[in-house]
């Protein structure tokens, strides 16, 4: 396990490496400066701009410098917010999103891998079409027509929850983005977590405890479901992407301060290096849940770790 | 005159494992020799595994041999030279085993068998090009109708019939046949074997044919090459091989096939493993399973004894008992002697 | 003779077998057409403000069969026209994606060995980029051109169409047919041509169709934040974020290119479902 651990690892930061690389030449590579904005100005005051910058120096060493800088946490200033550096807003904004991320994560395994058990488990009664009903409208229902429509039904119609806003702790406020969130992702985890349960209870291993008699919930509980879960943890590394990639428009949708709304706000103003700083720590975040959902595959499941399969 | 295809001495080995660090070799082929005379029919025996089809493949000029050569009337074919291999695949055509998997499902069967005239004999016109196909359809037993169907609505019987129509059409001179019959139905592999001796009969065609199956060969064949794990252990006429089998491994073969007879006993087999190609032995390649293994088998490859009528064997038990009266070895290759 | 059948006509007599896809194919045609002639035929503009009819709500009798915005712009021609968009950008940008994952695919798949392993390993790394991400990047340093903007989802896709394309070419380059032709005499190219590519391109036409609402979904994800087509143009996520934004006076405004999106995902995906089953007999039940 710890040697599947570092190779993981020693593939895991390359990948990094490539990211930051990609994101710093993309960067360097753009037509016009991040001052053209700006009304003319003398030479000297844009070489004077540039120096500060550090967009003087050969590449190599603005790419070397700014890695040193990622590596204490300095992102460099933000061009547009003139008072705040990148790391300040980063900082503001991380707990927010942070949360919201994460109660939709927990909210999605909670709600998702149970629907998808109990729907195995009595398949082809109500509660399965329901759930697999459910399943195919969460998976074709992008974030941004999910969430408008849960404000339009929930919030305006039948006015049980603010339509916007983060609110001050208060968890009223924080239901509609975190289910908004959760939805599509419980869905697919209900989805993949039937399909596997049906399929290892149907394997001849499950068979034959079966027919040595192992009572219904111990074999549920400890054959069927460990075997089950391997597809569905290595899915939680593509669910963390994709709830990095909705939170974006749960933040614009509902308000709320978080990274995201940072990061579209950059986008919308060009401004280079918050939108670059933020791509690369949501890369990051990225990189780093998929890791931690192989290495969870591999904890489950011996023949990943001992690299018969991936 | 020199034989029509002759493989000297050929070498082939395939990389296994995945990504940068390619260290096994399984070695297909150690050493190969064979020939093939107009209008022979010569068989190729031995058990899955042995190279048997790495042989066909590399006498087509489907895969290029490591060492060696392959020989088009005494003449060597240049495995790069374009040229050099359309004049070797217009003279020799090749019959493979899967039936259905060796036509493309999106053509029909027309345009299947059209593709070697097309390829090998741009002389011909579309109309003499369709006379000809016909022809051959009906010289495999296929119904005319059934050209311009499609493979998934044939047989395997009538696949196979297409297949050797496809071989044949082109008039080569010798057809390689790689396991034609061994997807086929038992009542189905009678009726392709026949086809096969009619063909030889009929338009004189020579056949290399390789089998797992010994009463097939027997029936079919002149003269028959056993390999055992990439090298001929014994080669000669299909009376002297079968009847008086010398090499310990064609014994094995010949007595553990059986023979559907009530009340009589399945055959008595050695125990151990069969050597891996991944990894042969120093000696003999049969040392693991042979009943009469001597000390010296499990140290140097085994020498091969040729008796004037062309009967060969590698084997030490044979030139043992028979060096007083037999010629002296004549090694099938130099190579094979050297120890590894 | 009706019994020839190519595989051709067997896959399409199997896809009119699949009641969805059949559906799906007949509401795609019809939401085709009338994202084409549509706001042709409308007496309406989708740029004329009707000063008469600000956030009008869906009436048959004014003649805005689905309402107005706020600026009196009618939404139905507006809707059309945002799903045109939205189609275009996505059918030109699952070609960017086939054409470079097929041709990606295919020469690794074909080659092999070393070169193959160098492709794929290319393939591996970008696929553990979040290239969304880098999308977003590139629409902040680039101008927000729609070239641009079909090339960066084209981008999204062609990992995926890449690694289909080449176990599939590796299964068939290994498949005797092709030795078979080898042997028969064909150059590289006949048998790439006249024997790879048409048993690949029902995979690849498998999954044109199921790419496209892949393509429409990431460009709608742009748009709805405000950084994919750019007005005057609109496309449809740009419509649902305009009416998310008048979420409590103008619910319309959401419902209608909202359903829209839904309709042309859903009907995508079981069309290439329905597809998926018809062109590979092995998948049949």
Redesign the interface.
Known sequence: MLIYTLKRLA??L??LL??IL??FL??R???GGPFDEEQAMPPEVRANLERSYGLDAPLHEQFLRYLGGLLRGDFGPSFTFKDYSVSELIAEGLPTSAALGGAALLLAVLAGIPLGLVAALRARGWLDRLAMGLAVGGI???V??I???L??VF??YLDLVP?AGWGEGAWLDRILPTVTLALPIVAYLARLTRGSVLEVLQSPFVMAAKARGVARHSLILRHVLPAAMVPVIGYLGPAS?AI??GS??VE??FGIPGIGRH??M???N???TL??G??IL??SS??LA?LVADLGCAAVDPRIRLGRRR | MSALLQALDLEVSFPLG???TRRSVLRALRGVSLSLGRGEAVGIVGESGCGKSTLA?VL?G?IKPDSGQVLLEGRAVAHHDRDA??EL??RV??V???PR????????ILE?IA??LR??RPEFSASERRMLIMHTLEQVGLDR?LA???P??LSGGQCQRA?IA?AIV?KPDCLVCDEPVSALDLSIQGQIVNLLADLRREIGVGVLFISHNLSVVRHLCDRVLVMHLGQVVEEGNVVQVFTAPRHPYTQLLLSSELVAEPGRPLPALPDGEPASPLSPPAGCSFVGRCPVVMEACRHEPPPVTRDPDGHATRCYRWTDSTSSIHSPAIPLSTDARRPR | ?T??????AESVSRLLDHSAAVASLAILSAMVVAAVIGPWLSPHQAEVLDWSMMGAPPDLLSGHWMGTDRLGRDLLVRTLEGMRISLLIAVAAAIVSLVLGTLWGAIAGYSGGRID?VMMRGVD?LF???T???V????????RSPLLLIACIGLTGWLTVARVVRSETMALAS???I?????????PA?VVF??LV??LAGTVVTYATLLIPQMI?VE??LS????GVQEPASSL?NL??E??AE??AA?WM??GP?AC??LL??CF?YLGDGLRDALD?RRRR
């Open positions: 593939e895991a390359p990948t490539v990211v990609l994101a993309l960067t590579a753009a037509p074709a229902l992008p941004f027509v969430g408008p429509l404000v339009l919030g305006v339509v992407a990095l990639t974006l428009v614009i949708l990061l579209v950059g986008a919308l060009r401004d280079y939108v670059m933020m791509v949501y890369a990225m990189i998929n | 995945q990504g940068w493949r087509l489907l291999l359309l695949r217009r055509q090749m493979f085993q899967d998997g060796s036509l493309n499902p999106r053509l029909t299947s593709e070697p390829c090998l109708g311009s169907r499609y998934h609505e297949g496809r082109a | 003779m019994r020839d059948r190519s595989l051709w392993s790394v553990a980029m979040p969304l991400f880098f977003i990047l590139l629409t902040t340093l680039f101008s498949r005797e047919f030795e078979a032709s080898v042997a028969c005499g064909a150059r006949g006249r024997h048409p048993n979904l709608s994800f709805f934040l405000g950084i996520g649902i974020a009416g998310a979420l409590d619910p959401l419902v909202a999106l839904v995902v859903f995906n007999p």
